[in-house]
């Protein structure tokens, strides 16, 4: 076993996974001594994986599909996220004890502040589309910010039915169907579906009622810019990418492993901008 803190990214398959070349670079760039590593672990081996995760020097990692779930059932404390939204993405140890973190929607707010400062306009209606596991996050996180209503539109109503509530009261759902309903209202409106990723047909919904204060952001990075954001920047309006989101809700877990908070810095941006070739 080495004698420096190393890290892994837990997925299935985990081979797209950016995280390695994020945390290497930060490992570099703050000259510490450390690793970060893939870890692809079929699902019936999670359990017996995260057990001895301590044990085979780890100190810590991040969870990635299909696994955050069943590693919120496996950690001995979770953070309020975490426990909110019934998902990890983040492990470490505190004390011995397995800690489990989400920090998707710290991530995802990170990046609108710093890419579309003001993002958050008139706190009238935040418009999510999409009810997968990364608009859970999402959700969450815009419900604590003080909107009137954080809206969530889903080709299946009854997932958006189930995760409007995250958001508190001012949660209110429905099918794709009724998105434009929302959008005058909209302050924010964000793509959380995976339509629009590389090799994926695209979103097909119409923007023209959102007002131009309006930002319009995707989860989607590859391509960084998806075809729901090329039509929201040619109606004029502020668009970010998921590429922020990505980089922010990694910071976290890299100051809890190596003890150094690392800064989201256009060299990192520029260097998984080239790995996706974009
Ligand atoms: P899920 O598979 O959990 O959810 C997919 C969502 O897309 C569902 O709402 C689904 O609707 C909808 N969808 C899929 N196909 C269609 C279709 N043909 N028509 C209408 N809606 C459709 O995925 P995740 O939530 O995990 O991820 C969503 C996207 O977010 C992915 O592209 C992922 O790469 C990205 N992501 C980005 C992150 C970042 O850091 N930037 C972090 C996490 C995810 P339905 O419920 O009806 O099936």
Not at 40 to 52: C, D, H, L, M, N
Not at 198 to 220: F, N, Y
Not at 221 to 246: I, K, S
């Amino acid at each position: 076993m080495s004698g420096f803190p190393r890290a892994c990214v837990l997925g299935w398959p985990v081979s797209q996974s950016r995280s390695p070349l994020i945390h290497n670079h930060w490992l570099a760039t703050y000259g510490l001594a450390g690793g970060y590593e893939r870890a692809e672990i079929a699902p019936a081996e999670f359990e017996s994986f995260v057990r001895g995760l301590g044990g085979a020097g780890f100190v810590g990692g991040n969870v990635t599909v299909p696994h955050k779930e069943a590693a919120f059932r496996l950690v001995d404390e979770a953070d309020a996220s975490a426990a909110d939204l019934g998902a990890v993405n983040t492990l470490w140890f505190e004390d011995g004890r397995l800690v489990g973190g989400n920090t998707d929607g710290v991530g995802f707010v990170a990046n609108l502040d710093e890419a579309a400062p003001g993002w958050e306009g008139e706190r009238k209606l935040a418009a999510v589309i999409g009810a997968g596991g990364a608009a859970r996050a999402v959700v969450h996180a815009l419900g604590t910010r003080g909107f009137e209503r954080v809206a969530v539109v889903n080709r299946t109503r009854e997932k958006a039915e189930a995760i409007a509530p995250l958001a508190g009261r001012a949660g209110v759902a429905g099918g794709l169907d009724d998105l434009w309903r929302f959008l005058p209202d909209a302050d924010l409106v964000v793509n959380a579906t995976s339509l629009g990723m590389a090799g994926k047909g695209a979103l097909e919904v119409h923007l023209g009622e959102l007002p131009e204060r309006a930002v319009a952001t995707d989860l989607i990075y590859v391509p960084l810019e998806t075809p729901f954001l090329a039509d929201a920047r040619a109606r004029g309006l502020r668009t970010v990418d998921g590429l922020g989101m990505l980089l922010h809700q990694a910071a976290p877990g890299f100051e809890r492993w190596f003890g150094v908070r690392p800064d989201v810095t256009p060299e990192l941006r520029a260097l998984v901008v080239a790995d996706i070739g974009g």
